[in-house]
């Protein structure tokens, strides 16, 4: 049983800033990896970011130089910090935690929009 809280949604302007954070709880011992997905309306979710417990991570191309995935292994959180965000960007992201058996535990989802 994993919980995930996320934190750090919002609306800001193109070029500017925001931090996402995610905590888990519960069953922590189980989770291998924990990352970001994100879906834009008629979209289909997307890889964002993420990082192994060991700190070995995978960011989607559209993203890479922007965005900065991070971890706190002894909090169980996760941390996404986007910067020179483009309106693209603008999605529902959701956090994401996945057990050494591959199971998926999710958050409710965090809105960013990005305006032009």
């Known amino acids: 049983q994993v919980q995930l809280v996320e934190s750090g949604g919002g609306l800001v302007q193109a070029g500017g800033s925001l931090r996402l954070s995610c905590a888990a709880s519960?069953?922590?011992?189980?989770?291998?990896?924990m990352g970001w997905y994100r879906q834009a309306p008629g979209k289909q979710r997307e890889l964002v970011a993420i990082?192994?417990?060991?700190?070995?991570?995978n960011l989607a191309d559209s993203v890479k130089g922007r965005f900065t995935i991070s971890r706190d292994n002894a909090k169980n959180t996760v941390y996404l910090q986007m910067i020179s965000l483009k309106p693209e960007d603008t999605a529902v992201y959701y956090c994401?935690?996945?057990?050494?058996?591959?199971?998926?535990?999710w958050g409710q989802g965090t809105q960013v929009t990005v305006s032009s």
């Open positions: 519960g069953s922590t011992f189980s989770i291998n990896a």
């Open positions: 990082i192994t417990r060991l700190g070995i991570t």
């Open positions: 994401n935690a996945r057990t050494y058996a591959r199971e998926d535990h």
